[in-house]
T-cell receptor, first 116, second 113 residues
Framework: DVKVTQSSRYLVKRTGEKVFLECVQDMDHENMFWYRQDPGLGLRLIYFSYDVKMKEKGDIPEGYSVSREKKERFSLILESASTNQTSMYLC???????????????FGDGTRLSIL | AQSVTQPDIHITVSEGASLELRCNYSYGATPYLFWYVQSPGQGLQLLLKYFSGDTLVQGIKGFEAEFKRSQSSFNLRKPSVHWSDAAEYFCAVGMDSSYKLIFGSGTRLLVRP
């Protein structure tokens, strides 16, 4: 089974702090994704990466950055945390086979981040 | 723009009753369609997927979904709901030339004993 592991289940940080959320997958997937989940809004894509050191903005990248130095690890960075970034953050991964777009995504259990 | 609509925010059914969760999508070509389930405090788990072929798709945990192109719908069904099915359900659409998925806003299922 694919295992996507997020480093923290719960995290509390202060406004203005730089926050790192870490995600590791063990299935050699090319694609990795960071989503934000808020009630009534579903999942919104923040960033995704289709290869090491490659990234693409999603729908709501403002206030976030990402890092992918190794294939198995994808980090989400809140440069200067604000209270409106309090949310559930979900990481996912999928196989990246050129021309085959219908790969399902596999999710971690999420990190519930509170910014005070 | 591509979009996914789940018109029901909450649905409550009695244990043993049948279930149908609605999903409508907007996409010009044939979509790739997914249903995911999220139990409390957990990530999303894939229930089933449709890419092509038979429009009735079987998934895990006794769920099925039917793709209806004329209605742009991909509704999820289960003939007899169990208390453990209480969770939030998300419909998602994928497109050609992209690895990204677009998710609906979710439907929370409550199961009455």
């Amino acid at each position: 089974d694919v295992k996507v592991t997020q480093s923290s289940r719960y995290l509390v940080k202060r406004t203005g702090e730089k926050v790192f959320l870490e995600c590791v997958q063990d299935m050699d997937h090319e694609n990795m994704f960071w989503y934000r989940q808020d009630p009534g809004l579903g999942l919104r894509l923040i960033y995704f990466s289709y290869d090491v050191k490659m990234k693409e903005k999603g729908d709501i990248p403002e206030g976030y950055s990402v890092s992918r130095e190794k294939k198995e690890r994808f980090s989400l960075i809140l440069e200067s945390a604000s209270t409106n970034q309090t949310s559930m953050y979900l990481c996912a991964s999928s196989k990246g086979i050129q021309g085959i777009w219908n790969q399902p995504q596999h999710f971690g259990d999420g990190t519930r981040l509170s910014i005070l | 723009a591509q979009s996914v609509t789940q018109p029901d925010i909450h649905i409550t059914v009695s244990e043993g009753a049948s279930l149908e969760l609605r999903c409508n999508y907007s996409y010009g070509a044939t979509p790739y369609l997914f249903w995911y389930v999220q139990s409390p405090g957990q990530g999303l788990q894939l229930l089933l997927k449709y890419f092509s072929g038979d429009t009735l798709v079987q998934g895990i945990k006794g769920f099925e979904a039917e793709f209806k192109r004329s209605q742009s719908s991909f509704n999820l069904r289960k003939p007899s709901v169990h208390w453990s099915d209480a969770a939030e359900y998300f419909c998602a659409v994928g497109m050609d030339s992209s690895y990204k998925l677009i998710f609906g806003s979710g439907t929370r299922l409550l199961v009455r004993p």
